[in-house]
């Protein structure tokens, strides 16, 4: 990627000592007249919050800056087209390349075959405040005339004190390219770096800027992951407020978060009770570092919300694992063990809740010959969550159980019924055999161990 150069030379300055080095502002816990701390907060958002926030994809963008290679155009392509049936319309696509030409051909590609092929995806990309990358940006949107453009600078103080930058630079810089960009007929979302480092005197002075300059977007970063729920809302009310004063209510918000130090969910929760429009999420957090916020966790929240306010769900959720699953295998991350969404999101093997679980399924079955059909659905999504959050029918997903030391008889016959048989058909004896080998062997039986186990001591009820 091209860097960002210094505005001037250090030669002939004097030696640096630590009264010269800033402080970063902290919208946890820093006073300041202009934003006092919060006093009270709420929760989470409103269902009427969540229904007008849309989800933006940094899959094909800042995901990618956390892995080792980048995909093919063709893949790239079939996870757009899982990222438009799944029902999210905007995606980061690229950042300004400088001098890798593999890399603009690589995106430039993307944009294309994008316009031809998922329409109804906006896509955007990060353009520095450079001719080069305004040029850059141009081209882009030559060959895909829906092209957005969030035109960005680094804001914070020690970002400033590394670059060699001021105030006045950056907002001259911003309030330059913003224009330019604007009068070339692309629209701009604009953005700083290290937003939540940036002192309330200094963010007001950058949003007045992009304001005036033409954005459409203001875009929120949490560059570093370092912002908590409370700055977050402070942070995000303090730029609502001032929006407001200029007469600018109409200028939406982005919010862009990492997860550096576990706070990304949580954050875009009380971003978006606080009045962000947009929240940028990648597909299993992948991304710099420790990652980006988490396009499953954000999702299954939101949705939660919306359908417990009985609103529609706008996203088509039975097919989120088959999204997060492609990108994973697309960019080379394996499946977490546990976590949101992980291996074992619908796995146990623990008698207590096997127990209740194969319970409640036989509950459905008396409901079922009792052609109570309505019941037995019911008791059937019970038994799918009884002992798990996310009922996995929702999210594409099936339910998976184990055999292991810590098993009873409940975990042998619910796993048996999960592999489409009847488990009325499984002796006493072969149950005892099941449980004997997963004590002997002292762990979990492998599925294939599973199988085997069953094979060897099946035994089943005479007629």
Known sequence: MLKETPRSEDAGKPAMNCADVPMNFNWNSEESPLSPLPVNMPGEPAASRTAGTEILSECLRDG?????????????????????DFGIKYATVGIYPGNADTLDATMKQLLARMRDEVPSIVPSVLSMCTEDS??????????????ESLVFMGSAPSRRLAQGWDMDFILDKL??????????????????EHTTQTSPEDVRAIVRTQVEAGAYCIALADTIGIIRPLGTYRLVRFVRDELEAL??????????????TGNALSNAMMATAAGIDRIHVVSRGVGERSGNASLEEVVLNLAAIEAEAGLPVRWEMRQLLQLITFYEEMVGVPTPEHGVLGQRYS?????????????????????????DFALERRLREMARTVYSAVDPATVGGTQSVGVSPWSGQ?????????????????SPETVERVLARANELGRELTPDELEESYAEAYAPHGA
């Open 175 to 192: 309030d330059t390219f913003i224009r330019k960009t604007v009068e070339m007929g692309i629209p701009v979302i604009a953005g700083t």
């Open 410 to 426: 409940s975990a042998v016959r619910l796993a048996y019924m999960n592999s489409g048989r009847d488990p009325r058909q499984l």
């Open 64 to 84: 990618l800056q956390g892995i080792s290679g980048y995909p093919s155009v063709d893949k790239m392509m079939q996870y757009l087209h899982l990222l438009d």
């Open 347 to 371: 796995h146990t093997s623990s008698g207590i809740h096997t127990d209740a679980i194969l319970k409640a399924y036989g509950l459905a079955d008396r409901a079922r010959e009792a052609k």
């Open 247 to 260: 007469g600018a209510s109409e200028v939406k918000l982005d919010w862009h978060g990492h997860r550096d």
């Open 134 to 147: 305004l040029k850059w940006t141009v081209e882009c949107r030559e060959i895909h005339p829906a092209l």
